[in-house]
C-alpha cells in the first residue's frame, strides 16, 4: 500500500510522546517533515525523524508531497492552521480543543464539508481499549439503565509536562490557550461522556476556580487551574465532573457510571481497570489496558485511526463534530460559571 505522507505541526510534548513516534510505527503512514515556532526544536526533531523542517506553515503546507497533517501547536493556532492545511487540500487531525469558540469551530466544520478532506480532533480516550471495551459492556446492558456518573481528570498541571516546564508554559497563557483545566483536560473527559452514555449534554452548571497555580509575578494564572461542572444530558441524566490542575497526588483519571443493575467504575483503582459492582452483591473485573498518565505513556491509537480512515476512505472515529460538540459544552461551562446558574449548551 502507498503510504500516507504527513506533515507535523508544533514540536512539544504532544507530538514528542503521541504523533511522531505513532506515525514511525505505522507501517501506512511516513513523516515527510515538520514545523515549530522555535526553529531549533524543529531542527533537532527533524534531525531525529530524518525528516524536512520548514522554515513556516506556508512552506510545509505548500509541499505537494504531504497529504495530511498534524495540528500539534498551542491552542490559539489549531483553526488557522487546520483550515489553511484543508484548503491546501490535506486531511487534518487536529489536537483538543478544536478551537479557541464555535465560530472557528464551526469554519473548520465547513471547511472539511467543502474541501472534501478528512478533519479528525485529538480526543484519544475514547480510543483507549479500555474506554471501548466499557462502551461495550454499558451498550450490552450489564448495569442497566444509567442513573448518573461521575468523571475525574486530575493531575499536577501542564508546567509538569510541556517542553516548557515552568510557569511561563502557553497553558497559562489566556491569550494562547484561552482555557485552563476545563479546556485541556475536560475535553477529554467531555468527550468520554459523550461517548460512554450515548447522549448530549443539555445543560451545565459549572464553577471554574484557579486556586494555587501563579505566574512569575507571583499573581494567579488567568486561567483556572479547577473546574466541576453538573451536567443534565438531553433526556435527564444527571452527572458531574472535577478537572484539576492542583492534584499533586497520584493522577486520578476516572468515571463512574451508576445503574439501576450496578456501578460501573473505570480506572477507579488502577490495579483494575474495568469493575461493576452489582447490586446483588457481585463484583467482575475487566483487565483491558492501563491509561497513558503523564509519566507513563501508552500508545495512544489516534494516529492508527487517522491513517486507518483515510487509507480506507471512511470517516474517523473522533470527528469534527465530536470536538465541536466538546467545544459547546466547555464554552457553556464558561457562560454558567460567569453568570452563576443552569444554562443550555448551544451547539
Ligand atoms: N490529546 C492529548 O492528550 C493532549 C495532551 C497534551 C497536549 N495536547 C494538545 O496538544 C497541543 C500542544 O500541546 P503540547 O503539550 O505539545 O505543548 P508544548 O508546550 O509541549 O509544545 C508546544 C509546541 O508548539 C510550538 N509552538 C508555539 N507556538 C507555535 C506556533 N504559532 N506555530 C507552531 N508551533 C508553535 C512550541 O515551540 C512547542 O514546541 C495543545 O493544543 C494541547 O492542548 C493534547
Not at 489553511?84 to 469554519?107: F, I, T, W, Y
Not at 484519544?124 to 450489564?142: D, M, V
Request: charged residues 25%; proline residues 3%; glycine residues 8%.
Amino acid at each position: 500500500m502507498k503510504k500516507v505522507k504527513v506533515g507535523i505541526i508544533g514540536c512539544g510534548m504532544i507530538t514528542q510522546t503521541r504523533h511522531a513516534p505513532e506515525y514511525a510505527q505505522n507501517p501506512n503512514a511516513e513523516i515527510v517533515g515538520l514545523y515549530d515556532a522555535n526553529a531549533e526544536r524543529a531542527g533537532e526533531f527533524a534531525a531525529l525523524y530524518d525528516c524536512k523542517a520548514y522554515p513556516s506553515v506556508e512552506a510545509l503546507l505548500a509541499d505537494p508531497e504531504i497529504e495530511a497533517v498534524s495540528v500539534c501547536s498551542p491552542n490559539y493556532t489549531h483553526a488557522e492552521y487546520s483550515i489553511k492545511a484543508l484548503q491546501a487540500g490535506k486531511h487534518v487531525l487536529c489536537e483538543k480543543p478544536m478551537a479557541l469558540n464555535l465560530e472557528d469551530s464551526r469554519r473548520m466544520m465547513e471547511t472539511a464539508q467543502a474541501t472534501g478532506k478528512l478533519l479528525m480532533i485529538g480526543h484519544n480516550q475514547r480510543l483507549l481499549p479500555t474506554h471501548r471495551r466499557a462502551h461495550e459492556i454499558l451498550r450490552s446492558g450489564a448495569i442497566g439503565r444509567i442513573l448518573t456518573f461521575q468523571s475525574n481528570f486530575k493531575h499536577p498541571g501542564p508546567e509538569n509536562w510541556s517542553v516548557n516546564r515552568s510557569n511561563t508554559t502557553w497553558f497559562f497563557d489566556s491569550r494562547k490557550a484561552q482555557f485552563g483545566a476545563l479546556g485541556d483536560l475536560g475535553a477529554h473527559k467531555l468527550d468520554i461522556i459523550r461517548y460512554l452514555t450515548g447522549r448530549e449534554v443539555a445543560q451545565v452548571n459549572a464553577t471554574t476556580m484557579t486556586l494555587d497555580k501563579r505566574k512569575p509575578s507571583g499573581e494567579f494564572i488567568d486561567v483556572e487551574d479547577n473546574a466541576m461542572v453538573f451536567f443534565r444530558m438531553d433526556d435527564g441524566v444527571p452527572g458531574i465532573m472535577h478537572v484539576s490542575w492542583t492534584n499533586y497526588g497520584e493522577e486520578d483519571n476516572s468515571t463512574v457510571i451508576y445503574g439501576d443493575k450496578g456501578v460501573m467504575k473505570i480506572f477507579g483503582d488502577y490495579s483494575d481497570d474495568i469493575v461493576l459492582e452489582m447490586r446483588d452483591g457481585s463484583i467482575v473485573k475487566y483487565m483491558v489496558g492501563k491509561i497513558q498518565t503523564n509519566t507513563h505513556q501508552t500508545k495512544s491509537g489516534i494516529i492508527d485511526e487517522f491513517i486507518g480512515a483515510i487509507t480506507e476512505n471512511r470517516a474517523p472515529l473522533i470527528t469534527g463534530q465530536d470536538g465541536h460538540n466538546t467545544l459547546a459544552t466547555i464554552v457553556a461551562c464558561f457562560r454558567s460559571a460567569k453568570e452563576g446558574r443552569w444554562v443550555d449548551v448551544e451547539y
